[in-house]
């Protein structure tokens, strides 16, 4: 699978075929549906939006801030090698899976979703300081939506921005490995100047390591989507959280001016000029040269059943991949299945 350019979809190998995951294997709704009785992020974003504006409309300084968003389709896709490759220039502080258990961006982007035509009512929100006194109904006064919008910007401001300008660096970025194409579209709204890249690889390849990396550490337990009830531990919660994230991803891409990029063609040093481009940073190609291991926990080497997929787990994945896989050319994993 190569790379493809800022609001396209990535172009592949070759990929697997369609048919459907159990419901007990399917892990909370993830990436660009999930759902909050039936509202969307994008879509209070948007009723947000065109009822009460933008912050861009309100203040056009704020695109002179560029931050370098990363989100890739789960663990094990090259997320990490992605980020030291984009900081390798210097001057980016891009902030690593940060507090994942909290998950602020997302709770917070989930705080747009109940925004409609009708929620919430005009005469609700604070024009003036008129409409707040002892001689007015003033049960329901809010602030206006764009302070809304602007208290959100300033919360990622004070942990990511300051904290990266403190450390001497002149832009900041996240790389996350659990966020979808909704919460670029909310980044993208608070940060109209940021950069988003997104980052796919084989779910195959993707799910093996992800398997094998917890396999050979002794200590290791699954990770989380979404603390504290939602661990990924099988072939099928992985595959459909890859899916959900990556048609997320796709569909947002054009709407964000996101670069969606292939693991496979990062790999092959064919994305590394585009990506120097479309970022503005001046990043070093040698960075796909080195290798650096997270612990000592991760060098007890795989046994050979480890090392590769069974038939079963190629089975579940192509379950909840497909047929989405297929469409971007992965057929299934670059090593041979075991047989069991």
């Known amino acids: 699978m190569s790379g493809k350019g800022a609001g396209g979809a990535p172009r592949g190998p070759d990929g697997g075929r369609k048919v459907r995951a159990d419901a007990e294997d399917q892990p909370p709704p993830a990436a660009g549906a999930a759902r909050l009785d039936g509202r969307s992020i994008?879509?209070?974003?948007?009723?947000?939006?065109?009822?009460?504006?933008?912050?861009?409309?309100?203040?056009?300084?704020?695109?002179?801030?560029?931050?370098?968003?990363?989100?890739?389709?789960?663990?094990?896709?090259?997320?990490?090698?992605?980020?030291?490759?984009l900081v390798s220039g210097g001057s980016l502080l891009m902030w690593g899976e940060p507090y994942d258990h909290s998950a602020s961006i997302r709770s917070m982007a989930e705080m747009l979703a109940p925004f409609d035509d009708d929620w919430p009512r005009d005469r609700y929100i604070v024009s003036s300081p008129v409409d707040v006194n002892p001689d007015t109904w003033i049960a329901n006064r809010y602030p206006h939506p764009l302070d809304f919008l602007a208290a959100h910007r300033s919360f990622l401001d004070r942990l990511f921005a300051e904290p990266a300008r403190t450390a001497g660096y002149a832009r900041w970025g996240i790389k996350t490995v659990r966020l979808g194409g909704e919460h670029a579209r909310y980044l993208k709204s608070l940060y109209p100047g940021s950069r988003i890249v997104f980052l796919v690889r084989n779910p195959y390849d993707c799910f093996l390591s992800y398997r094998m990396l917890h396999g050979v550490r002794p200590a290791s337990q699954w990770w989380y989507y979404r603390w504290p009830d939602h661990q990924v531990s099988t072939a099928a919660q992985y595959g459909l959280v890859w899916r959900e994230h990556v048609r997320s991803f796709v569909d947002a891409a054009h709407d964000v001016g996101a670069l969606i990029v292939s693991f496979e063609s990062l790999v092959g040093g064919e994305t590394v000029d585009e990506l120097t481009t479309f970022v503005g940073e001046d990043i070093k190609a040698s960075v796909l040269m080195s290798r650096i291991g997270a612990s000592s926990e991760q060098k007890r080497a795989p046994t050979a059943e480890q090392a590769v997929l069974s038939i079963d787990e190629i089975w579940a994945l192509g379950q909840a991949v497909n047929p989405l896989a297929l469409e971007l050319g992965y057929r299934g994993p670059s090593t041979t299945p075991a047989k069991r």
């Open 42 to 85: 994008p879509a209070g974003l948007d009723s947000l939006q065109r009822r009460f504006g933008s912050l861009i409309d309100a203040d056009p300084t704020i695109a002179d801030d560029d931050p370098v968003f990363l989100l890739a389709a789960g663990w094990r896709s090259g997320s990490t090698l992605l980020q030291r490759i």
